[in-house]
């Protein structure tokens, strides 16, 4: 039985190890990097065929690591249970790695540096997320919660939650997020509704909600700036 292919058994030129080490990460293409991940192929695919075949789908880039789920991932010939996992959880880095870089930049009365910080996060969710951000009295970023998964016209925004860890987190200033599946932005009926009943509720506890902004494919809706809020 003819065994699966390795990285060492490429020309020394196509290996990523050594590409690694004489070029850097930065001098590795998309497939390279995987492939050192991946480790081992196939007998009939060596791990850079594999990693290729992986980029080559719906965005043709690294989007697709991100957007494919385990399941999809053990489903590509060479990747088993263990590599999806270890796949997965790069994925998963990458993406906190560039949120954090970006949380320095927020700014609670910018909708775009939120919006930003949220984009790569909620864009590509096949569901619809609410998150809440919270703010200090100076407008500083205290960190974020997950509320709730599925349209808002059918999740529950729990308000005394929300509030709940405002009062945690000694925040005086909250902004709700949610993510458009479809990539259209435009509130509906249900968005306005829900950040009717959040303000109304977070005045009670002397909380500003200071926007809703709705996450698109790329794009972004400020209840703020369209002065809604």
């Not at 902004?213 to 703020?224: K, L, M, Q, V």
């Amino acid at each position: 039985m003819q065994k699966n292919k390795t990285i060492k058994e490429l020309p020394a030129s196509e290996r990523p190890y050594e590409k690694f080490l004489s070029l850097g990460a930065s001098g590795l293409s998309d497939a390279d990097l995987l492939a050192i991940i991946i480790k081992t192929g196939t007998k009939d695919k060596s791990a850079v065929d594999i990693a290729q075949e992986m980029l080559s789908g719906r965005h043709g880039n690294l989007l697709n690591l991100y957007e494919m789920s385990y399941d999809e991932l053990i489903q590509v010939s060479g990747i088993g249970q263990i590599k999806a996992i270890q796949l997965k959880a790069v994925a998963e880095l990458s993406m906190r790695i560039s949120k954090a870089k970006r949380a320095r930049s927020i700014r609670m009365n910018t909708p775009v540096t939120i919006a930003d910080y949220y984009m790569e996060q909620m864009r590509h969710l096949q569901q619809e997320v609410v998150i809440c951000a919270y703010f200090d009295v100076k407008s500083r970023f205290l960190g974020d919660k997950f509320i709730s998964k599925g349209s808002l016209s059918s999740s529950v925004v729990d308000i005394s939650s929300v509030m709940r860890t405002a009062l945690e987190k000694n925040a005086s200033k909250i902004v709700l997020l949610h993510n458009h599946p479809s990539g259209d932005c435009t509130p509906s009926k249900d968005d306005i509704a829900v950040t009717d009943r959040l303000a109304e509720g977070s005045r009670i506890f002397s909380i500003e909600l200071c926007d809703h902004i709705i996450i698109g494919d790329n794009e972004y809706y400020s209840f703020y700036e369209n002065k809604i809020i």
